[in-house]
């Protein structure tokens, strides 16, 4: 398909969305990640049934965590798409970065850099 | 076990401003089971703090520690060594459990971050429902193991009040009248008669009312 996507983004791969956890998230923040997205399976297709719905309400939570600390929960996103979606899996990409770039670095990240 | 509620993040992060090296103590014990206090909570509060001053610009130092327990003097003592390398302790630990690690640190300050709420059963993941107010006298036998001091949120011996309607409790539509279920279990029981006895006014002198409560069994003193 030789199909681009933003070189900003890093790739996490996990077995499963199910094993994303609320922790994981917010390292990434801590780390410096400008925003946080979560690609599961579509709903309904879980090969354990229903790792990505149990993503889904952990994005959702950890938006209100990061809205409570300052950082935006507009930061983080799920997404479902199959493995054949290659070219949404590069359409998301873009929107991703697209609507990050927008809100600008992670305050955390940029408080730290003007110390 | 005892079941608690994270307090608000405002609240504690309000709480922690003027300190910047901070132990955060969580409890391996109810507060872990009922997902407020336990290591997975400390590291996730943890998290947030360290985000919220990094970006006003003024970074803590967090150090994420959860004890066996914090009502028990074998796990609070263990903090001896490290304590006082930091300014502040939080706790995530139910009351009893914040209480202890001050009266043994006397020097530190031990901040809530925790609301504790009451002891409870979980009814279903994520969902956890009270079932004992540790009254110090116990009905069960009687009320076929239905309270009826912590389901009638009037606490009365013999019920239902005026107030039960359709088998809930005029408190809140969603609160199954206690009397009410004692009531069914009698039925389902075929034990009606016993819903017949009158029972006297409670002795409320072992429940809250006499005070902090204390139970000592000489042979196991050392």
Avoid at chain 1, 89 to 112: C, Q, S
Avoid at chain 2, 11 to 32: A, D, F, H, Q, W
Avoid at chain 2, 116 to 138: A, I, K, L, P
Avoid at chain 2, 180 to 188: A, F, H, S, W
């Amino acid at each position: 398909m030789r199909l681009s996507y933003p070189t900003n983004i890093k790739i996490m791969k996990v077995p499963c969305t199910g094993r994303v956890d609320i922790i994981h998230i917010l390292k990434a923040f801590e780390n410096g990640a400008d925003g946080v997205y979560i690609v599961g399976c579509l709903e309904g297709d879980c090969h354990f049934l229903v790792g990505n719905v149990r993503a889904k309400k952990r994005v959702e939570y950890v938006k209100k965590l990061l809205d409570e600390s300052g950082i935006g929960g507009e930061r983080v996103a799920m997404y479902n798409l199959s493995a054949a979606e290659g070219q949404r899996f590069a359409e998301v990409a873009r929107e991703m970065t697209e609507k990050i770039r927008a809100l600008g670095p992670n305050p955390a990240k940029l408080a730290k850099s003007k110390e | 076990m005892i079941v608690a509620n994270r307090k608000p993040f405002e609240e504690i992060i309000e709480m922690v401003k003027p300190y910047s090296r901070i132990l955060l103590l969580g409890c391996n014990e109810c507060v872990t089971v009922c997902a407020v206090g336990g290591a997975k909570e400390v590291a996730v509060l943890a998290s947030e703090v360290r985000l919220f001053r990094q970006k006003e610009g003024r970074p803590v130092e967090i150090k994420e520690l959860t004890l066996e327990r914090n009502c028990d003097l074998e796990y609070v003592e263990t903090l001896k060594p490290i304590i006082n390398d930091y300014d502040v302790v939080i706790s995530m630990a139910c009351g009893c459990g914040i209480q202890f690690v001050g009266e043994n640190y006397r020097n530190k300050i031990i901040l809530p971050a925790v609301n504790t709420s009451f002891e409870g059963v979980t009814e279903e993941h994520g969902v956890w429902t009270e079932r004992c107010q540790g009254c110090g006298n116990c009905v069960l036998d009687k009320t076929l193991g239905i309270c009826p001091v912590t389901r009638c949120a009037k606490s009365i011996s013999n019920g239902p009040c005026g107030g039960s309607q359709n088998g809930k409790c005029e408190v809140d539509k969603d609160i199954p009248c206690g009397w009410q279920l004692i009531v069914d279990r009698y039925k389902e029981m075929n034990m009606m008669e016993k819903y017949l006895e009158i029972q006297p006014a409670k002795d409320w002198s072992t429940s809250r009312d006499g005070g902090p409560r204390k139970r000592i069994r000489e042979d196991l003193k050392i």
